[in-house]
């Protein structure tokens, strides 16, 4: 079985640019979330989308990201215009569902790094 | 709110020895509780979790959990550490009552030492 797929692994880009990921979840996953692992940090929630409607985006920062997943399958998150605090890796993950039971899958994530 | 505390940001512990990774939370309602690892350049993998029955969990690669309820803890635990076993290890929990996120500890790195 394949896994979460990303990317790109890894992004340079300076501070007001623009960038966008890219999640491949696993076949059959319903439900796909967007973490930020900032360096020291654990992962924390950013979106979470089941099918193609949007579950949770209560710690989106929604003036300068965004994200879809038009056809309940991949995914992309944008930024725009990046800041320097933006500096993370973006971990995508899915699930069979979004109950509680179900487990969590992750993808190697992609390391932003704004200058 | 749900929180969760990894007390050490690092474990060091020889090879053959046995290995605790520290872990305590606080949820409003009953815990749902995960361990996962994380290797350098990789994702997250899954370890064990716990919901509900025997205190000890036991999951992948010869790791175990024991939950605490009274000490509200889920420390990770090994018998015997391998070099193989040197990452970064998250603790993570949901109330089991709602649908809330999943919320992770800032991680513990563990390095074993040959």
């Known amino acids: 079985e394949a896994g979460v797929a990303q990317s790109p692994r890894y992004k340079i880009i300076e501070k007001r640019q623009s960038v966008a990921f890219w999640c491949n979840p696993i076949?059959?996953?319903?439900?796909l979330y967007w973490y930020q692992q900032i360096l020291g940090q654990g992962p924390k929630l950013l979106i979470q989308?089941?099918?193609?409607?949007?579950?949770?985006d209560s710690q989106l920062p929604k003036d300068r990201f965004s994200a879809e997943r038009l056809k309940g399958v991949d995914s992309t998150l944008k930024i725009q215009p990046a800041k320097l605090e933006d500096s993370a890796v973006y971990l995508c993950?899915?699930?069979?569902?979004?109950?509680?039971?179900?487990?969590?899958?992750f993808g190697p994530g992609t390391r932003l790094t704004v200058t | 709110a749900q929180s969760v505390a990894q007390p050490e940001d690092q474990v060091n512990v020889a090879e053959g020895n046995p290995l605790t990774v520290k872990c305590t939370y606080s949820?409003?309602?009953?815990?749902?509780l995960f361990w996962y690892v994380q290797y350098p350049n990789r994702g997250l993998q899954f370890l064990l979790k716990?919901?509900?029955?025997?205190?000890l969990v036991k999951g992948s690669y010869g790791f175990e959990a024991e939950f605490n309820k009274s000490q509200t803890s889920f420390h990770l635990k090994k018998p015997s550490a391998l070099v193989s076993d040197s990452a970064l290890y998250f603790c993570?929990?949901?109330?089991?009552?709602?649908?809330?996120?999943?919320?992770f500890g800032k991680g513990t790195r563990l390095s074993v030492i040959a």
């Open positions: 716990y919901i509900t029955g025997d205190n």
């Open positions: 076949s059959g996953h319903a439900t």
């Open positions: 993570a929990v949901r109330d089991l009552g709602g649908n809330t996120p999943l919320v």
């Open positions: 993950a899915s699930s069979l569902g979004q109950g509680r039971f179900y487990e969590q899958y």
């Open positions: 989308f089941q099918n193609n409607g949007v579950v949770d």
């Open positions: 949820v409003s309602g009953n815990p749902y």
